[in-house]
């Protein structure tokens, strides 16, 4: 390959990843829509509903034995 023309190959790609990583680090600073739950999302809720499903049930007191627990 000619040398002019490996430099004008060469030009035109350095150009095009410029304009590839400049689009990317706009992306990345972009405000991201919410699209639905996430897994950090649900583990997050199912936490907090583990934790106030204990303190409900820590609040009722020691039932007296052989009665039967009701919800």
Do not use: V
């Not at 972009?30 to 809720?45: I, N, S, V, Y």
């Not at 049930?57 to 007296?64: D, E, F, K, N, R």
Request: hydrophobic share 40%.
């Amino acid at each position: 390959m000619h040398s002019d023309n490996h430099h004008l190959l060469h030009a035109c790609r350095a150009a095009e990843l410029r304009r590839e990583a400049a689009e990317f680090a706009l992306a990345r600073t972009a405000p991201r829509r919410r699209t639905g739950w996430t897994a950090t999302d649900l583990r997050r809720r199912a936490g907090w509903t583990m934790i106030e499903l204990g303190l409900r049930l820590a609040q009722t007191g020691p039932t007296p034995t052989g009665a039967a627990r009701t919800a």
